[in-house]
């Protein structure tokens, strides 16, 4: 009954209530744009502020009056570099968890008296309609974050389970000083190889990994490095996660049927010198991608493959004829995301001499011999600064890999992956295990973490 009653003023409140303030909204959303920082302020009095819209639903219905404050959610998931808000209601309660670098951790379990007021609010927030709990809902909000005074975007999605409704939060800043190629943990002799291709004048260059391994912000961080005033940078994303001055951001959606292949056939039209694809999924957008690579443009893009070399095997898979692959292709990233060592609590050791045997035997190459090697590991206790987690931050992990002749005249016999790995690294890649055992020998990262992540 008590639920009947709940409903019922929800939708009442929804078409009698909300259209009023959705009007002003609506302008304020338009305005955005123009004048960005006093309307967030707007923006927030309405959510937050003492007069805001949920206030006013709070005071106005008693039903709704366990609260838990939305705002300090969105303010302690920023404040612990979380990249995503899990909310989950169980049997019995609602669970909130944050994903930081890249590993769900628990925020809080509140009880159920909380399920409807959370989940309505944030439903509010963005834009969904609260009275729909059948169906799956895509919605997006901004928010300030206090502590920096910057944007943030908002992408919320609510999935029904068998339980209540479950939100995903994305969180998307809107500033993006930091994706630069000098800060995404690319060693030298792999920035050189970088820089060659990225003054290509045509080509296409793969960004392979599994989710969560980072193949985003190297895509950003590749298209920031080009003169953007003078090029027409164009890029398909879904989402559009970070915004680069000069360059043309294009959401997909495909639910109104517009999607990756549509795109890049109009961009096609429109003289793109660069174009930035953000997934190659079908065997359409791989044929569009190639045949824009090998006729005049620089494209960039991201497939789901476990390697470099089996990104060239993904390729043949979706129907791309191996003399168009060796035409087009100029460079292959495959990479990893590794959580760093806390800087501040970290322990030094030194590692067992077989281990370090091991070690020395793959990256003998690029270190100083005389020196004597460190390791550094968890400290299990940890300390203040990493919320007792031990890690702080993520570094990147990778293996390029660069056409060469050697590579087109096996792939274009059909080589197994194992004869390209050999020719790859003959040709100089650095194999992203010999990459990762670098950065533990370089102190970033644990050896434990480089067998998680690339031995298992
Ligand atoms: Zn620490």
Same mark, same amino acid.
């Not at 929804?14 to 004048?35: A, G, P, S």
């Not at 612990?80 to 309660?93: F, G, K, Q, V, Y």
């Not at 090998?294 to 493959?305: D, E, L, Q, Y």
């Not at 590579?407 to 650095?430: F, Y």
């Given at each position: 009954?008590?639920?009947?009653?709940?409903?019922?003023?929800?939708?009442?409140?929804?078409?009698?209530?909300?259209?009023?303030?959705?009007?002003?909204?609506?302008?304020?959303?338009?305005?955005?744009?123009?004048?960005?920082?006093?309307?967030?302020?707007?923006?927030?009095?309405?959510?937050?502020?003492?007069?805001?819209?949920?206030?006013?639903? /709070?005071?106005?219905?008693?039903?709704?009056?366990?609260?838990?404050?939305?705002?300090?959610?969105?303010?302690?998931?920023?404040?612990?570099?979380?990249?995503?808000?899990?909310?989950?209601?169980?049997?019995?309660?609602?669970?909130?968890?944050?994903?930081?670098?890249?590993?769900?951790?628990?925020?809080?379990?509140?009880?159920? +008296?909380?399920?409807?007021?959370?989940?309505?609010?944030?439903?509010?927030?963005?834009?969904?309609?609260?009275?729909?709990?059948?169906?799956?809902?895509?919605?997006?909000?901004?928010?300030?974050?206090?502590?920096?005074?910057?944007?943030?975007?908002?992408?919320?999605?609510?999935?029904?389970?068998?339980?209540?409704?479950?939100?995903?939060?994305?969180?998307?800043?809107?500033?993006?000083?930091?994706?630069?190629?000098?800060?995404?943990?690319?060693?030298?002799?792999?920035?050189?190889?970088?820089?060659?291709?990225?003054?290509?004048?045509?080509?296409?260059?793969?960004?392979?990994?599994?989710?969560?391994?980072?193949?985003?912000?190297?895509?950003?961080?590749?298209?920031?490095?080009?003169?953007?005033?003078?090029?027409?940078? +164009?890029?398909?994303?879904?989402?559009?996660?970070?915004?680069? /001055?000069?360059?043309?951001?294009?959401?997909?959606?495909?639910?109104?049927?517009?999607?990756?292949?549509?795109?890049?056939?109009?961009?096609?039209?429109?003289?793109?010198?660069?174009?930035?694809?953000?997934?190659?999924?079908?065997?359409?957008?791989?044929?569009?991608?190639?045949?824009?690579?090998?006729?005049?443009?620089?494209?960039?893009?991201?497939?789901?493959?476990?390697?470099?070399?089996?990104?060239?095997?993904?390729?043949?898979?979706?129907?791309?004829?191996?003399?168009?692959?060796?035409?087009?292709?100029?460079?292959?990233?495959?990479?990893?995301?590794?959580?760093?060592?806390?800087?501040?609590?970290?322990?030094?050791?030194?590692?067992?001499?077989?281990?370090?045997?091991?070690?020395?035997?793959?990256?003998? /190459?690029?270190?100083?011999?005389?020196?004597?090697?460190?390791?550094?590991?968890?400290?299990?206790?940890?300390?203040?600064?990493?919320?007792?987690?031990?890690?702080?931050?993520?570094?990147?992990?990778?293996?390029?890999?660069?056409?060469?002749?050697?590579?087109?005249?096996?792939?274009?016999?059909?080589?197994?992956?194992?004869?390209?790995?050999?020719?790859?690294?003959?040709?100089?890649?650095?194999?992203? /295990?010999?990459?990762?055992?670098?950065?533990?020998?370089?102190?970033?990262?644990?050896?434990?973490?480089?067998?998680?992540?690339?031995?298992?």
């Amino acid at each position: 009954m008590q639920i009947l009653f709940f409903d019922l003023f929800l939708i009442i409140w929804y078409y009698e209530f909300v259209n009023i303030k959705y009007m002003d909204l609506k302008n304020i959303f338009k305005n955005q744009d123009k004048k960005e920082d006093t309307n967030n302020s707007a923006l927030n009095e309405l959510f937050w502020g003492e007069n805001s819209i949920w206030n006013e639903i /709070k005071t106005e219905n008693k039903i709704l009056e366990k609260d838990f404050d939305v705002e300090e959610i969105f303010q302690d998931a920023l404040s612990r570099w979380a990249s995503d808000i899990h909310i989950e209601p169980d049997e019995t309660n609602l669970n909130i968890r944050f994903r930081v670098d890249g590993t769900l951790v628990n925020y809080k379990t509140l009880d159920e +008296s909380y399920k409807s007021s959370l989940i309505a609010r944030i439903k509010v927030l963005g834009w969904l309609k609260i009275d729909e709990r059948r169906l799956p809902q895509d919605g997006k909000a901004s928010f300030n974050e206090k502590k920096t005074n910057t944007s943030i975007d908002l992408r919320i999605n609510v999935i029904p389970t068998i339980y209540w409704e479950k939100i995903a939060i994305r969180l998307l800043k809107k500033e993006n000083e930091w994706v630069d190629l000098r800060t995404i943990w690319i060693l030298p002799m792999n920035m050189v190889r970088i820089k060659k291709h990225l003054a290509d004048n045509f080509g296409l260059c793969l960004v392979v990994g599994p989710t969560w391994s980072g193949k985003s912000t190297t895509l950003y961080a590749m298209l920031s490095t080009f003169d953007t005033v003078d090029k027409n940078i +164009s890029t398909l994303e879904d989402p559009v996660e970070y915004r680069i /001055k000069w360059v043309n951001h294009t959401q997909i959606n495909p639910a109104i049927n517009f999607n990756f292949a549509d795109g890049l056939r109009s961009l096609l039209r429109q003289d793109p010198d660069i174009i930035m694809v953000w997934e190659i999924r079908d065997s359409e957008t791989a044929k569009l991608s190639v045949e824009a690579s090998i006729t005049g443009h620089i494209v960039f893009s991201t497939i789901h493959a476990n390697s470099s070399v089996s990104t060239i095997q993904r390729l043949v898979n979706l129907w791309i004829d191996p003399l168009l692959i060796v035409s087009s292709l100029r460079m292959i990233i495959s990479q990893r995301l590794a959580r760093k060592l806390c800087p501040h609590c970290k322990i030094k050791y030194k590692p067992e001499e077989i281990v370090k045997e091991k070690v020395i035997k793959r990256i003998w /190459k690029y270190i100083n011999p005389n020196e004597e090697l460190f390791f550094y590991k968890v400290n299990e206790t940890g300390c203040e600064k990493c919320n007792h987690k031990w890690y702080k931050w993520r570094t990147w992990i990778y293996e390029i890999l660069e056409m060469t002749d050697g590579l087109e005249k096996l792939i274009l016999a059909w080589a197994s992956n194992t004869q390209l790995e050999i020719q790859a690294i003959w040709d100089g890649m650095v194999n992203i /295990k010999d990459d990762a055992l670098l950065k533990v020998a370089l102190w970033e990262i644990s050896l434990e973490e480089v067998f998680n992540i690339l031995w298992n």
